[in-house]
């Protein structure tokens, strides 16, 4: 016979408030609460953890969508929580251990009992209330009234930084709100509200799922709704789908240009993808800006060198401002010894000599709308000067809507060359290209009919000016005054002499 002596654990006393003389009921209470206490018979609303104080774990929910629900007091649930639930306020958090003796009840009891275990639950009250009708026996009014009480609470424990519980109260104001059959204009715009703060609330919570989700739902109703297209490329973004965060912060920018943190995560993305994808050729940029029109077929070229100064020339000029620098001035020779009704039209467009025909025939206020480093500028949408992106470029000339290829005789030989943008053939206006270098592949293709005599710094100052990965320029940078440059020049830039 061999007598076998089994000895307790020694246990560290669990902290809390003894709810029971024998201590099978002890809670710790972790967040403070706010209110009155729950009376038997009312209805509870909560979300807990549960586990054992070996380490296993046990049922939980904490869905504060869908929270568990029961009456207090009558034996729906465990006795220990019949004992704990009446001591804790609305908003509390309690951390609360149960001996297995006090631990029965449906549906919250364990379905085991480990040998030397206590059951630990840790339990959010969310709400209470004297026992609700069915929904669809409330009247709109009383609907109304419960949605909006609900958003309010949601409203001030979201400002005390207690999420889960503005939640609640927001998807509490949803069932109620929603279950009116026919929801006028008032009803769907608190709709729209306790939605875009859900969002807010699981953003906050770096739910990037779930943000998504909502804000989703929202922009299937209101594909403008800034906010949530803000949040839901600031989720993408942090899942690193870059591309669908591009899209919404993209139009977050355009709608808010003033939206600082919108417009630097949009340039952070854009960046990010500008190193991950092969950089388009000047061609592809151009044609894309340009409502994907393609430049035409080869013509025949009678090809020769830039001329040499003409002093006799007309001379314009065009000042151009990047940013909120001082403007800068850059003077043109139009080669109107060669191509004259090229150069007449864009004189006058220069001066603005011909807004009595057009008011629109003035290349003042114009922006520049992209640049191709290495290769040039283009300016010169007079329909839509603030430079409005997807639209094609408008056509307006002093000669009408368009103008045919004046000639080639001309080539794309240096940097600083002029050189009109046609869509295709015979097809000129006001758009115009200035080149960064030689550009031969443009011979044949674009009327080049002038040059930069002064002020090139300028022009490579601006080829180095910082843009998106579609050649926009970060910053904006116009024509803010033009005309015709009556001075002489002495020793013109870029020329032979």
Avoid at 112 to 117: E, G, H, I, K, V
Avoid at 153 to 173: D, I, V
Avoid at 409 to 419: F, P, Y
Avoid at 428 to 434: D, E, P, T, V
Wanted: net charge neutral; glycine share 6%; aromatic share 10%.
């Amino acid at each position: 016979y061999m007598g076998i002596i089994m000895f307790k654990k020694e246990e560290k006393p669990i902290p809390g408030e003894r709810l029971t003389k024998d201590e099978g009921v002890i809670k710790e209470r972790l967040l403070e609460g706010k209110g009155e206490y729950p009376k038997t018979g009312q209805e509870i609303a909560v979300v807990y953890k549960g586990v054992w104080t070996n380490g296993d774990e046990m049922e939980s929910n904490m869905s504060v969508q869908a929270p568990y629900k029961f009456i207090v007091g009558i034996g729906q649930v465990m006795q220990g929580w019949d004992i704990v639930i009446p001591t804790m306020k609305k908003g509390e958090r309690a951390k609360v251990t149960i001996e297995p003796k006090y631990a029965s009840g449906w549906p919250t009891c364990p379905t085991y009992f480990p040998f030397d275990a206590k059951a630990q639950y840790e339990i959010d009250l969310l709400d209470f209330y004297e026992k609700r009708r069915t929904l669809s026996a409330y009247k709109i009014e009383e609907l109304e009234k419960y949605a909006e009480e609900y958003k309010s609470q949601g409203k001030e424990w979201f400002l005390a930084n207690r999420n889960n519980y503005a939640m609640y109260c927001y998807y509490e104001s949803l069932r109620f709100i929603e279950s009116i059959d026919k929801m006028l204009p008032p009803h769907l715009e608190l709709q729209k509200a306790v939605k875009l703060n859900l969002a807010v609330c699981y953003f906050k919570d770096s739910n990037w799922n779930e943000t998504i989700k909502m804000c989703t739902s929202l922009l299937n109703d209101y594909p403008k709704l800034i906010k949530a297209l803000y949040l839901r490329g600031s989720s993408y973004a942090k899942q690193e789908k870059n591309e669908q965060a591009i899209k919404d912060l993209e139009q977050v920018v355009q709608a808010a240009p003033e939206d600082t943190k919108a417009k630097n995560e949009y340039e952070r993305l854009l960046k990010i993808k500008s190193k991950l994808v092969p950089k388009k050729s000047h061609k592809t940029v151009y044609s894309e800006l340009f409502d994907t029109h393609k430049l035409y077929e080869e013509k025949p070229i009678i090809q020769k060198a830039l001329p040499k100064y003409n002093p006799h020339n007309p001379r314009v000029y065009i000042d151009i401002q990047i940013g909120k620098e001082e403007p800068q001035r850059v003077v043109f020779e139009l080669f109107a010894d060669i191509l004259p009704k090229t150069c007449e039209n864009f004189k006058c467009l220069c001066t603005g000599e011909k807004k009595s025909l057009n008011p629109k025939l003035h290349y003042a206020g114009c922006l520049i709308l992209a640049i191709s480093k290495g290769f040039g500028m283009f300016i010169g949408d007079l329909e839509n000067k603030v430079g409005i992106e997807g639209k094609k470029c408008a056509t307006h000339c002093i000669y009408g809507s368009a103008f045919p290829d004046e000639g080639f005789s001309v080539a794309h030989a240096k940097e600083g060359t002029l050189s009109m943008y046609n869509s295709g053939k015979d097809a000129n206006a006001s758009q115009f290209i200035i080149t960064f270098r030689a550009c031969p592949d443009l011979d044949g293709r674009q009327v080049a009919f002038g040059r930069v005599i002064k002020g090139m710094l300028a022009i490579k100052k601006i080829e180095n000016v910082p843009t998106n990965p579609e050649g926009k320029p970060n910053d904006q940078i116009y024509i803010v005054d033009c005309g015709a440059y009556p001075d002489p020049i002495i020793s013109p830039e870029n020329c032979q002499h």
